[in-house]
């Protein structure tokens, strides 16, 4: 009888762009304007179980950039990454798939964005280096906030 394999395993099987778009509604008038846009970026990251002991992380971003109330462009992506996950403690799991893959897929959606911003026609948007375990760490305390002010019955 052949014994199972419970050494941990953690390896990328992909990493892939999953969705792009450029949107330039007002182009080619607001391409006339000399102001400096002002520039804001939403992240945001998704892990759901794709198979027994495989996980896509995707993490999401949109650039949005106006100038006054219009908009010069905006981007939309969606870099996703498939891992191989097994044999890790349960407790260790969410940090794993919150932390260490976004970690990873991370660089390449930066790439991808500030490349379609440039072909695009503009200077490329280089987006900051993100603390992941800190926004982990934020997401669970707001997360325990939200549970601790549940309404109490009082008996």
Request: aromatic share 6%; with cysteine; charged share 20%.
């Amino acid at each position: 009888m052949a014994e199972a394999n419970l050494d941990p395993v953690f390896q990328i099987q992909r990493v892939y762009l999953k969705d792009m778009s450029l949107e330039q509604p007002n182009s080619p008038e607001i391409l006339l304007n000399q102001e400096q846009p002002g520039v804001e970026i939403q992240l945001g990251v998704d892990a759901k179980p794709v198979a027994e002991g495989l996980f896509e992380i995707t993490v999401t971003a949109t650039v949005h950039t106006k100038i006054e109330e219009k908009t010069v462009f905006m981007v939309e992506a969606k870099q996703a990454g498939i891992f191989e996950i097994r044999n890790i403690q349960s407790d260790q799991m969410g940090a794993l798939l919150g932390i260490a893959c976004p970690q990873i897929v991370y660089p390449y959606l930066r790439s991808n964005v500030a490349d379609i911003i440039q072909r695009g026609g503009f200077p490329p948007v280089h987006m900051a280096e993100i603390n992941f375990q800190a926004m982990y760490e934020q997401q669970q305390a707001e997360a325990m906030m939200a549970t601790s002010e549940a309404p109490q019955i009082l008996v």
